[in-house]
């Protein structure tokens, strides 16, 4: 697929409506009649309900009910999971019992006629517990690691345990080693959108308006919560706030506003405030891991160990790919991984960008640069040693893999050979400088999708899918992909997401979108190309009457004999002629042979300058180069700013991003902006995003790979081993504070 459409920089096709207020987030459609909801949150960090004391609020200005476990109704919860669920345990039951699971857990929901009215309402709700003490530390003597149900299976995507050769004895007689422990805090997605929901029913249908990452799976999963056909629901979502990951499962809020609709007998608008997104939406959990490396003199690997250990709540294992990388990242005839999970009394972990693999790359990349220091070797140099020729973990190929390129990329725009390998060598006036590399990888996944084309009589096309966008840029990549297949300019194309009846599409995370739901498009667009060609042969009018649709071709968005240099019929003739619009929808999947035969992953380099003073041990990230390998890149402007915002991400996580806990109750310390540190604008240094020119035949039909997670997850690890290359400390705790470099 060659053209002048796709790889082009083109602006966002939806840009105007963001920054004009046109675009409709989930809390803008309000309904005619419709009631505001609040959530009571639970108290006490572990026990039961004792006592609601709800007629005293259900007499206050403004109040319509109260709904609580004891006058909610018995919801059918039948079964549903799909891949964005944990396979093992069983979601949340909202307002079904007396059980109070953990801090923050909706105990009860008002309904009033205004907001101020349920909110007030909801404030003087008096609450009765009988409470125990919660465990919320993973390192508490009485939390304890199990082996995940799901990664003992046989096959499992996430294995618990992995090996090949004998990497503890390798570890145990390598001529140099290094054998250290990391620990990544928890940390809250807080996109700048609240998670919202707008219910409304029409009989036994019901209508969402929601802030949704998966609206099939929304339209699936309150479908089996209240015991009705999936064709009854409706969820529509055109535009997401940010995300990056905590609304690609249906949280309690949703089920909570239709549930209260129903009651209430009116629509319902229900949105969580900045503190409730820190109990019930979901988390990067608590990580702990040990790596040990062992090498040679001349440093190549002989020994790689990865364990890991990761936090989950009590009624759902949570996994992550937390040591999945470490298999195929460099050549080593001797690793093991082993990943456990630790239940505790929160609620359960959710994917946050780059899940798993930003965590797991953290410790291998950190541990790695301890080793480059261990050996006397440039970091760069020790990972050139082990790069291996084939993915070891799987025995496969790899469909393309370009690390060593994008880290000469990487070090040309970064000048890397400018860097003194001495810790603390490097000064500007008095601020100590470092500089630190990293590798990253993502896989480069692809799930089934499905899209339908129109072919209208104005000659422009509709291309609609049941898909999401949360920022990346989707409407416009989508776009280009159509309008590059059909021959037909940006403007003549008008893509539509966000909606459940359109035909489906996978999750938007995993940084497949792209892959999965652009190959369905430009499988559309290819079958009403078809069909068109089917209506013209067979039309006396058209110029290409007659002829077989094999010998018609499509150039420039019209149809001619193949080799004629005619300019050709165009759509809106077509189209015309046949008296209706042109429909066609088709799906696209990877080929399993192809999946089976190559093992395929995005790669990238990060390289990173940070400058401390030595007196207050601030920490400022001054500089950031990466370059990625992602097979072909679809719109330059869109990836670089993914890139950015990735980025942005990775500094939040090595220098920020911590939610603390009481380890009285579990109660979040620290759920509001002021105290959640996050990158601002005065945080962010020069970034710059490169990308190789990768080409990738066997990933999918337009040989792209994923970015949006990718890009965060090399940013932390090199940002901390600069911190040590600044100042001759070694920080394993993320993030990395002030105290953790003041010397003496």
């Given at each position: 697929?060659?053209?002048?459409?796709?790889?082009?920089?083109?602006?966002?096709?939806?840009?105007?409506?963001?920054?004009?207020?046109?675009?409709?987030y989930?809390?803008?459609?309000?309904?005619?009649?419709?009631?505001?909801?609040?959530i009571v949150?639970?108290?006490?960090g572990l026990?039961?309900?004792?006592a609601?004391?709800?007629?005293?609020?259900?007499?206050?200005?403004?109040?319509?009910?109260?709904i609580?476990?004891r006058?909610?109704?018995?919801?059918?919860?039948g079964?549903?999971?799909?891949?964005?669920?944990?396979?093992?345990?069983?979601?949340?039951?909202?307002?079904?019992?007396d059980?109070?699971?953990?801090?923050?857990?909706?105990?009860?929901i008002?309904?009033?006629?205004?907001?101020d009215h349920?909110?007030r309402?909801?404030?003087?709700?008096q609450?009765s517990?009988?409470?125990?003490q919660?465990t919320?530390?993973?390192q508490d003597?009485?939390?304890e690691?199990i082996i995940?149900?799901?990664?003992?299976?046989?096959?499992?995507?996430?294995p618990?345990?992995?090996?090949?050769?004998e990497?503890?004895?390798?570890?145990?007689?390598?001529e140099?080693k290094?054998?250290?422990?990391?620990?990544?805090?928890?940390e809250?997605h807080?996109?700048?959108e609240?998670h919202?929901?707008?219910?409304?029913?029409?009989?036994?249908?019901?209508?969402?308006?929601s802030?949704?990452?998966?609206?099939?799976?929304?339209?699936?999963?309150?479908?089996?919560i209240?015991?009705?056909?999936?064709?009854?629901?409706?969820?529509?979502?055109?535009?997401?706030?940010g995300?990056?990951?905590?609304?690609?499962?249906?949280?309690p809020?949703?089920?909570?506003?239709?549930?209260?609709?129903?009651q209430?007998?009116?629509?319902?608008?229900l949105v969580?405030?900045?503190k409730?997104?820190?109990f019930?939406?979901?988390?990067?959990?608590?990580?702990?891991?040990?790596?040990?490396l062992?090498?040679?003199r001349?440093?190549?690997?002989?020994?790689?160990?990865?364990e890991?250990t990761?936090?989950?709540?009590?009624?759902?294992?949570?996994?992550?790919?937390?040591?999945?990388?470490?298999?195929?990242?460099?050549?080593c005839?001797?690793v093991?991984?082993?990943?456990?999970?630790?239940?505790?009394?929160?609620?359960?972990?959710?994917?946050?960008?780059?899940?798993?693999?930003?965590?797991?790359?953290?410790?291998?990349?950190?541990?790695?640069?301890?080793?480059s220091?261990?050996?006397?070797?440039?970091?760069?140099?020790?990972?050139?040693r082990?790069?291996?020729e084939?993915?070891?973990?799987?025995?496969?190929?790899f469909?393309?893999?370009?690390?060593?390129q994008?880290?000469?990329?990487?070090?040309?725009?970064?000048?890397?050979?400018?860097?003194?390998?001495?810790p603390?060598?490097?000064?500007?006036?008095?601020?100590?400088?470092?500089?630190?590399?990293?590798s990253?990888?993502?896989?480069?996944?692809?799930?089934?999708?499905?899209?339908?084309?129109?072919?209208?009589?104005?000659?422009t096309?509709?291309?609609?899918?049941?898909?999401?966008?949360m920022?990346?840029g989707t409407?416009?990549?989508?776009?280009?992909?159509?309008?590059?297949?059909?021959?037909?300019?940006?403007?003549?194309?008008?893509?539509s997401?966000?909606?459940?009846?359109?035909?489906?599409?996978?999750s938007?995370g995993?940084?497949?979108?792209?892959?999965s739901?652009?190959?369905?498009?430009?499988?559309?667009?290819?079958?009403a190309?078809?069909?068109a060609a089917?209506l013209?042969v067979?039309?006396q009018r058209?110029p290409?009457?007659?002829?077989?649709?094999?010998?018609?071709?499509?150039?420039?968005?019209?149809?001619?004999?193949?080799?004629?240099?005619?300019p050709?019929?165009?759509?809106r003739?077509?189209?015309a002629?046949?008296?209706?619009?042109?429909?066609a929808?088709?799906?696209?999947?990877?080929?399993?042979?192809?999946?089976?035969?190559?093992?395929?992953?995005?790669?990238?380099?990060v390289?990173v300058?940070?400058a401390?003073?030595?007196?207050?041990?601030?920490?400022?990230?001054?500089?950031?180069?990466?370059?990625?390998?992602?097979?072909?890149?679809?719109?330059?402007?869109?990836?670089?700013?993914?890139?950015?915002?990735?980025?942005?991400?990775?500094?939040?996580?090595?220098?920020?991003?911590r939610?603390?806990?009481?380890?009285r109750?579990?109660?979040?310390?620290?759920?509001?902006?002021?105290?959640?540190?996050?990158?601002?604008n005065?945080?962010?240094?020069?970034?710059?995003a490169h990308f190789?020119d990768?080409?990738?035949?066997?990933?999918?039909p337009?040989?792209?790979k994923?970015?949006?997670?990718?890009?965060l997850?090399?940013?932390?690890?090199?940002?901390?081993?600069?911190?040590?290359?600044?100042?001759?400390?070694?920080?394993?705790t993320?993030?990395?504070?002030?105290e953790?470099v003041?010397?003496?």
């Amino acid at each position: 697929m060659t053209g002048t459409i796709v790889g082009q920089p083109l602006p966002r096709v939806d840009g105007r409506a963001k920054v004009t207020g046109a675009a409709r987030y989930a809390a803008d459609f309000n309904q005619d009649s419709q009631l505001h909801a609040v959530i009571v949150s639970a108290t006490v960090g572990l026990g039961r309900v004792t006592a609601i004391d709800s007629a005293r609020v259900e007499a206050m200005p403004g109040v319509v009910a109260v709904i609580t476990h004891r006058n909610a109704p018995r919801l059918a919860y039948g079964a549903h999971k799909t891949y964005i669920d944990p396979a093992v345990g069983e979601r949340l039951h909202v307002l079904q019992d007396d059980k109070v699971r953990f801090y923050g857990q909706p105990v009860a929901i008002v309904v009033a006629d205004t907001l101020d009215h349920a909110e007030r309402a909801a404030a003087a709700l008096q609450v009765s517990y009988e409470s125990e003490q919660p465990t919320v530390d993973p390192q508490d003597p009485r939390a304890e690691a199990i082996i995940p149900e799901a990664a003992a299976q046989p096959d499992a995507r996430i294995p618990a345990d992995t090996a090949r050769g004998e990497a503890d004895n390798a570890l145990a007689n390598a001529e140099v080693k290094v054998d250290e422990t990391y620990d990544i805090a928890r940390e809250n997605h807080n996109p700048m959108e609240p998670h919202a929901t707008v219910a409304a029913w029409s009989g036994d249908r019901l209508t969402l308006w929601s802030k949704s990452q998966f609206v099939v799976n929304e339209q699936a999963e309150i479908a089996a919560i209240f015991g009705i056909p999936a064709e009854h629901v409706q969820v529509n979502c055109p535009f997401i706030g940010g995300a990056f990951g905590t609304s690609l499962r249906t949280w309690p809020h949703v089920t909570l506003a239709a549930l209260a609709a129903r009651q209430v007998g009116r629509p319902v608008k229900l949105v969580l405030t900045r503190k409730q997104m820190f109990f019930t939406t979901g988390h990067r959990p608590r990580t702990l891991q040990r790596i040990g490396l062992g090498a040679t003199r001349e440093g190549k690997l002989t020994a790689v160990v990865h364990e890991g250990t990761g936090e989950t709540s009590r009624y759902e294992q949570f996994l992550e790919a937390l040591t999945a990388a470490t298999g195929y990242m460099y050549s080593c005839p001797n690793v093991r991984t082993r990943y456990r999970l630790t239940p505790l009394d929160t609620g359960t972990p959710n994917h946050m960008r780059g899940p798993g693999e930003a965590s797991g790359i953290f410790a291998l990349e950190c541990a790695l640069d301890e080793l480059s220091y261990a050996l006397g070797m440039d970091p760069v140099e020790l990972r050139r040693r082990n790069e291996p020729e084939i993915d070891e973990a799987e025995g496969k190929p790899f469909s393309s893999r370009s690390l060593l390129q994008c880290y000469d990329q990487a070090a040309e725009h970064f000048g890397w050979s400018r860097r003194d390998p001495k810790p603390r060598a490097m000064r500007d006036g008095r601020l100590l400088v470092g500089m630190g590399a990293a590798s990253a990888t993502y896989p480069a996944y692809h799930a089934p999708a499905s899209a339908l084309v129109r072919l209208r009589p104005d000659g422009t096309a509709e291309v609609e899918v049941a898909a999401s966008d949360m920022g990346p840029g989707t409407y416009t990549s989508m776009t280009q992909v159509a309008a590059e297949t059909l021959g037909l300019p940006m403007e003549r194309v008008r893509f539509s997401l966000g909606r459940s009846d359109f035909p489906p599409a996978p999750s938007h995370g995993g940084s497949w979108t792209m892959a999965s739901v652009g190959s369905a498009i430009r499988a559309a667009c290819l079958a009403a190309q078809e069909e068109a060609a089917k209506l013209a042969v067979a039309d006396q009018r058209s110029p290409v009457f007659g002829a077989n649709v094999e010998d018609v071709e499509w150039a420039a968005g019209r149809l001619r004999r193949r080799g004629d240099q005619a300019p050709g019929q165009p759509y809106r003739d077509i189209v015309a002629s046949a008296g209706r619009a042109i429909e066609a929808d088709a799906s696209a999947q990877r080929d399993p042979e192809v999946a089976h035969r190559y093992s395929m992953h995005a790669f990238g380099a990060v390289m990173v300058e940070v400058a401390i003073d030595p007196d207050v041990g601030t920490i400022r990230v001054r500089r950031a180069v990466g370059a990625y390998g992602i097979g072909r890149v679809v719109n330059p402007r869109l990836a670089r700013s993914q890139c950015i915002g990735g980025m942005i991400g990775g500094i939040g996580m090595a220098l920020m991003e911590r939610t603390a806990l009481d380890g009285r109750d579990g109660r979040p310390v620290n759920a509001h902006m002021a105290d959640y540190l996050m990158p601002v604008n005065l945080d962010i240094p020069h970034l710059e995003a490169h990308f190789v020119d990768e080409v990738d035949p066997h990933v999918n039909p337009l040989g792209v790979k994923g970015l949006g997670e990718i890009a965060l997850v090399g940013m932390a690890p090199a940002i901390a081993n600069a911190v040590f290359h600044a100042t001759g400390i070694r920080v394993r705790t993320l993030p990395i504070r002030i105290e953790d470099v003041l010397t003496s």
